[in-house]
């Protein structure tokens, strides 16, 4: 790691804003060629310890300051006026380092659909590449293989730099949850990572093998870290991209200015600066550096460098409730970690062997379409509620028209997951009064909701965050309260049929005996962000309120990209870590295009 003062004083072909999941990825690809000078600036700092490293430990470093951003929405008013909680990774390797390493592709028909946004280059062949790139996958073990992992090789990346593989150990959960899925019409999916993640299946987790260890984005800087060429410089906070004078018919980002230990330095650039700082962060910065909405900009008294309305805005997320139960016989779930004893022999065995229950987490998901947990006459009837309200003057006038007629016809394609079901096991209650009482989670995420919320810088300084309001549950023809609703009887269906219902002793919370209007309560008191905030600096044309265009260059500036979920113009239906790793690979692919055509000219 460098000195901020050496770090400021040296001259940098690029300059990556966010050592993060994108960030570090892509500027440590970018190194590779040996004639660049590559400089990185993060604010968090590298911490490489056993709350980071075992996957048993997914968890443990939220809510603390040292790992995480803590940012909070807004009060949601729809969601009892709660501010919900937003974790994202304040350390080298950002939120992946934290996460739950699923490393999942998304949907072949929903990448392929971009294209009907006004998007180009980024279909799912091409998707498909890039994370393939990223990947160094391990085929599954015997046992993971009992347990219904992914096995195709063709579909996974060998050579890449994310270490991947089936998790080692299973909770006695795993294999009723399938059997129950299955005997309601939810097939074993082998082969997720096809194109085609319908179904119930074992996902391949970013995990190295040989450790039973997390592995992130890390990864790619531990490869080139010894290099002369590049630069990562931790603890520092950028403040703003410098811009050249608004005289300039198209500007040019000429360096960032970041704080380090309470001073203040700037540090030039020559080639381009790429914004790499989240979804949350990235709107921030490109409004304090004077790009974005001219109202914002004007009440903060920041110089407007280029109008674009869309910064800040189109954000998404996935949102999740969750349903609690009380199991029948003995088994041992992640709540025993709460026991000292346990605990402590637990990481001693991983410690000594590197098995056991800190060598995994959560491993089974199950991603099914709307017709698959909405009962015809309800989905007939959200449809119609749904449609006189996309007849509104409001959205047909939207410039997100094209995106709310595109996620229209995903609620009747039996291809495209509408929801995903996650079974955790643990769960903890008010009055658990049982001596030795078990109990699992389901937990259901809408991953396709219609709110659309903002983010946006509140005061001229990158210490106060800014202002996060994902509109939860504010959707048209209240169709995300509608699919929560029904989502929620569905899994009530899974935890009373078959193997899964057999053990289920009672279900705690929500009830099936309560009427849809309690239900309703109970999800706008219990609905959460599931931590995948997308879409503030969105590849989309620019009269679509779009911000970078599909080569992921901010419209109006010459060398200004952004590379991070930001730019994810409408949401995936799967987990998002192994797209955002593509996102650095198509990045420097693009780079090193354009840089090879401007050596020719």
Same mark, same amino acid.
């Given at each position: 790691?460098?000195?901020? #003062?050496?770090?400021?004083?040296?001259?940098?072909?690029? $300059?990556?804003?966010?050592?993060?999941?994108?960030?570090?990825?892509?500027?440590?690809?970018?190194?590779?060629?040996?004639?660049?000078?590559?400089?990185? $600036?993060?604010?968090?700092?590298?911490?490489?310890?056993?709350?980071?490293?075992?996957?048993?430990?997914?968890?443990?470093?939220?809510?603390?300051?040292?790992?995480?951003?803590?940012?909070?929405?807004?009060?949601?008013?729809? #969601?009892?006026?709660?501010?919900?909680?937003?974790?994202?990774?304040?350390?080298?390797?950002?939120?992946?380092?934290?996460?739950?390493?699923?490393?999942?592709?998304? !949907?072949?028909?929903?990448?392929?659909?971009?294209?009907?946004? =006004?998007?180009?280059?980024?279909?799912?062949?091409?998707?498909?590449? &890039?994370?393939?790139?990223?990947?160094?996958?391990? @085929?599954?073990?015997?046992?993971?293989?009992?347990?219904?992992?992914?096995?195709?090789?063709?579909?996974?990346?060998?050579?890449?730099?994310?270490?991947?593989?089936?998790?080692?150990?299973?909770?006695?959960?795993?294999?009723?949850?399938?059997?129950? /899925?299955?005997?309601?019409?939810?097939?074993?999916?082998?082969?997720?990572?096809?194109?085609?993640?319908?179904?119930?299946?074992?996902?391949?987790?970013?995990?190295?093998?040989?450790?039973?260890?997390?592995?992130?984005?890390?990864?790619?800087?531990?490869?080139?870290?010894?290099?002369?060429?590049?630069?990562?410089?931790?603890?520092?906070?950028?403040?703003?991209?410098? /811009?050249?004078?608004?005289?300039?018919?198209?500007?040019?980002?000429?360096?960032?200015?970041?704080?380090?230990?309470?001073?203040?330095? !700037?540090?030039?650039?020559?080639?381009?600066?790429?914004?790499? #700082? =989240? &979804?949350?962060?990235?709107?921030?910065?490109?409004?304090?550096?004077?790009?974005?909405?001219?109202?914002?900009?004007?009440?903060?008294?920041?110089?407007?460098?280029?109008?674009?309305?869309?910064?800040?805005?189109?954000?998404?997320?996935?949102?999740?409730?969750?349903?609690?139960?009380?199991?029948? =016989?003995?088994?041992?779930?992640?709540?025993?970690?709460?026991?000292?004893?346990?605990?402590?022999?637990?990481?001693?065995?991983?410690?000594?062997?590197?098995?056991?229950?800190?060598?995994?987490?959560?491993?089974?998901?199950?991603?099914? @379409?709307?017709?698959?947990?909405?009962?015809?006459?309800?989905?007939?009837?959200?449809?119609?509620?749904?449609?006189?309200?996309?007849?509104?003057?409001? $959205?047909?006038?939207?410039?997100?028209?094209?995106?709310?007629?595109?996620?229209?016809?995903?609620?009747?394609?039996?291809?495209?997951?509408?929801?995903?079901?996650?079974?955790?096991?643990?769960?903890?209650?008010?009055?658990?009064?049982?001596?030795?009482?078990?109990?699992?989670?389901?937990?259901?995420?809408?991953?396709?909701?219609?709110?659309?919320?903002?983010?946006?810088?509140?005061?001229?300084?990158?210490?106060?965050?800014?202002?996060?309001?994902?509109?939860?549950?504010?959707?048209?023809?209240?169709?995300? /309260?509608?699919?929560?609703?029904?989502?929620?009887?569905?899994?009530?269906?899974?935890?009373?049929?078959?193997?899964?219902?057999?053990?289920?002793?009672?279900?705690?919370?929500?009830?099936?005996?309560?009427?849809?209007?309690?239900?309703?309560?109970?999800?706008?008191? /219990?609905?959460?962000?599931?931590?995948?905030?997308?879409?503030?600096?969105?590849?989309?044309?620019?009269?679509?309120?779009?911000?970078?265009?599909?080569?992921?260059?901010?419209?109006?500036?010459?060398?200004?990209?952004?590379?991070?979920?930001?730019?994810? @113009?409408?949401?995936?239906?799967?987990?998002?870590?192994?797209?955002?790793?593509?996102? &650095?690979?198509?990045?420097?692919?693009?780079?090193?295009?354009?840089?090879?055509?401007?050596?020719?000219?």
């Amino acid at each position: 790691m460098e000195a901020a #003062a050496d770090f400021a004083r040296q001259a940098f072909d690029y $300059i990556v804003v966010g050592g993060g999941t994108t960030g570090l990825a892509l500027a440590s690809l970018l190194s590779a060629d040996p004639q660049v000078r590559v400089g990185v $600036i993060e604010a968090g700092l590298r911490k490489d310890d056993e709350m980071i490293l075992l996957p048993g430990m997914v968890g443990k470093p939220l809510d603390n300051p040292d790992y995480d951003w803590l940012f909070l929405t807004k009060p949601q008013t729809l #969601a009892k006026s709660r501010r919900l909680p937003i974790p994202r990774g304040k350390v080298l390797g950002g939120s992946s380092a934290l996460n739950y390493m699923a490393y999942t592709r998304g !949907s072949r028909i929903e990448f392929n659909d971009w294209e009907k946004l =006004g998007i180009t280059g980024w279909d799912w062949d091409t998707i498909r590449d &890039a994370v393939n790139a990223a990947e160094a996958w391990t @085929p599954p073990s015997d046992y993971a293989k009992l347990h219904n992992a992914d096995n195709v090789a063709h579909n996974h990346g060998r050579h890449g730099y994310v270490k991947t593989t089936a998790y080692s150990y299973y909770y006695d959960l795993v294999q009723p949850f399938f059997s129950t /899925m299955n005997k309601l019409g939810v097939m074993t999916n082998y082969s997720e990572a096809s194109g085609d993640l319908i179904g119930i299946w074992t996902y391949t987790a970013s995990v190295d093998p040989q450790t039973n260890t997390r592995s992130y984005s890390t990864n790619y800087y531990d490869r080139v870290s010894s290099q002369p060429n590049i630069v990562c410089l931790t603890g520092a906070y950028a403040s703003r991209v410098l /811009m050249s004078d608004n005289r300039d018919e198209v500007l040019r980002a000429l360096g960032v200015e970041f704080y380090s230990s309470g001073q203040l330095f !700037s540090a030039s650039v020559s080639r381009e600066v790429i914004l790499s #700082a =989240g &979804a949350l962060q990235t709107p921030q910065l490109l409004e304090l550096s004077g790009i974005g909405n001219p109202d914002i900009l004007r009440k903060l008294e920041i110089p407007l460098k280029v109008d674009l309305p869309g910064v800040g805005e189109n954000l998404q997320d996935h949102f999740t409730v969750t349903l609690g139960a009380e199991l029948l =016989g003995h088994h041992i779930t992640s709540d025993d970690l709460s026991s000292e004893r346990f605990f402590r022999e637990r990481l001693q065995e991983y410690r000594e062997t590197r098995r056991g229950v800190f060598s995994s987490t959560l491993s089974t998901l199950a991603f099914i @379409p709307a017709s698959a947990f909405i009962p015809a006459d309800k989905m007939k009837y959200m449809l119609a509620s749904l449609d006189r309200t996309l007849q509104s003057p409001e $959205i047909k006038n939207s410039p997100y028209k094209q995106w709310y007629e595109l996620q229209r016809t995903w609620l009747e394609n039996d291809a495209v997951a509408q929801l995903e079901i996650i079974l955790f096991p643990s769960y903890t209650h008010v009055g658990c009064t049982k001596e030795n009482a078990k109990h699992y989670t389901m937990s259901i995420f809408l991953q396709h909701a219609w709110s659309r919320g903002s983010v946006h810088a509140t005061t001229t300084s990158v210490f106060d965050p800014p202002e996060i309001d994902l509109a939860t549950l504010d959707s048209p023809g209240d169709v995300d /309260m509608m699919m929560l609703l029904e989502a929620v009887k569905y899994t009530f269906k899974i935890m009373q049929t078959g193997a899964l219902g057999d053990l289920t002793a009672k279900i705690i919370e929500p009830l099936p005996t309560w009427s849809d209007d309690r239900l309703r309560d109970y999800i706008r008191s /219990m609905v959460k962000s599931a931590w995948h905030p997308i879409g503030t600096a969105s590849m989309l044309p620019r009269s679509a309120k779009g911000v970078v265009n599909d080569e992921l260059k901010v419209y109006g500036t010459a060398n200004l990209r952004v590379a991070d979920a930001s730019i994810l @113009p409408i949401h995936l239906g799967t987990h998002p870590q192994a797209t955002l790793y593509g996102v &650095a690979h198509r990045a420097a692919d693009i780079i090193a295009s354009k840089q090879k055509m401007t050596a020719k000219l």
